[in-house]
């Protein structure tokens, strides 16, 4: 599935309310469950009903609600949803073994402590798009929205199609001539990219393995990312091959190449190419690329 997490949650949140319900219906059917969509007139608030027989008789009432993202589930929800453990109803078909909360949002701290107090199990956001990723389950989602559409948010990551377009440029000659600087003279320099005057990301040289100084690595940092940014670094640094790691400062990450070798400027420009358009939503032609003095 060749979409970032926060892409595929923003999608998921577009689908209305039964969409959603059935969605988590065909997810756990997939992993082996009996599932029932149930009557929203007779089922108290349980949307979807799973069972297994199989090594032994198991149930789970599911809520599934299709939330914004700023729309958290409350203290109250989670103590509506908790009671279904002690609702015994011989006319209603809700005593079960686990009670579970699937949401596209997030919970306040409030209900996720009263959620583990009573064991309500909870599926959010992040859960739930790590589960349709990691399970490769594109066959299912793609009956419900195109992993591949791009929405009024979408993951910009083809603003430049070739790195070659920019050799030759003045952006090019400041990577080669920051390559170029051995160890010793670039210790105390940086490489900066600012978009609109704002900086974006910087460079600086990492010594490689027993401070060989002909192998080196490049590091990008980038600092006060919001989610949606940082889901797509981690997306690039993942499509790149590259680490992705905290930073040595508060908010700050950085990604670097994992093997070592000569730093060549056409890898430098692609990283910082697709940084800028994945991640700023800029072309790396309209950013300013300087050397300038600042090290770690």
Known sequence: MNVPRSELLTQLRALDEYEF???????????????????????????????????FDQKQLIQAKRYAKDNKIRLKHVQQYSSLYLDKSPDRDVDADVVALVTTSNLTQPAREKAAEHNLRIVDGEK???????????????????????????????????????????????????????????????LTATVDETLAYTVHHGQSYQNNLEERRNIHYLDGLDDEQLDRLKYIANDLGMRFLLGDRPNEWKIY???????????????????????????FGDADIDVAVGNR
């Open 257 to 283: 190449d994992k093997g070592e070798g000569p730093i060549d400027p056409h890898r430098t420009v692609e990283i910082g190419m697709r940084i800028l358009n994945g991640v700023f939503g800029s072309a």
């Open 128 to 190: 739930l798009t790590q589960m349709i990723v990691e399970w490769d389950l594109s066959e299912i989602i793609s009956d419900y929205i195109d992993p591949d559409a791009e929405s009024e948010s979408a993951f910009h990551d083809d603003i430049d199609t070739s790195v070659e377009t920019y050799e030759g440029s003045r952006n090019w000659a400041m990577v080669e001539e920051f390559n170029g600087m051995t160890i010793s003279s670039s210790e105390d320099m940086k």
């Open 21 to 55: 319900e059935k969605l988590i219906a065909d997810i756990w059917k997939y992993r082996g469950w009996d599932t029932t969509v149930t009557d929203q007139s007779r089922d108290g608030g349980i949307d979807v009903i799973a069972r297994k027989d199989l090594p």
